[in-house]
């Protein structure tokens, strides 16, 4: 059974920076892509990052393109999320995510495995 555990979310201010941190159970963690998603109060979850199986390849909602940097290091099968420049509309809780492919999608219906989520609250 695989488990993802997030955390580094917290309340900053507009213009801060955070780094949010996914750490994964099992031993085919560096198998698969990872995504990072988001669903503020009253919207659907959305897309906001994948990174495929290796690193080299990786994938942004426009909204966080610039700003948001996803990262993974396979030697601690953890995924991260940096987070800079963060504005109040960035304020969600954020999922972790693993798909059953290498490449990366954004689609979250092919995401098999989903973390608990982490609150990141961005005041004015």
């Known amino acids: 059974q695989v488990q993802l555990v997030e955390s580094g979310g917290g309340l900053v201010q507009a213009g801060d920076s955070l780094r949010l941190s996914c750490a994964a159970s099992g031993r085919t963690f560096s198998t698969y892509a990872m995504g990072w998603f988001r669903q503020a109060p009253g919207k659907e979850r959305e897309f906001v990052a994948a990174i495929n199986w290796n690193g080299d390849t990786t994938n942004y909602a426009d909204s966080v393109k610039g700003r948001f940097t996803i990262s993974r290091d396979n030697a601690k099968n953890t995924v991260y999320l940096q987070m800079d420049s963060l504005k109040p509309e960035d304020t969600a809780v954020y999922y972790c995510?693993?798909?059953?492919?290498?490449?990366?999608?954004?689609?979250?219906?092919?995401?098999?495995?989903w973390g608990q989520g982490t609150q990141v609250t961005v005041s004015s």
């Open positions: 995510a693993r798909t059953a492919m290498r490449h990366v999608t954004r689609s979250r219906y092919e995401y098999a495995y």
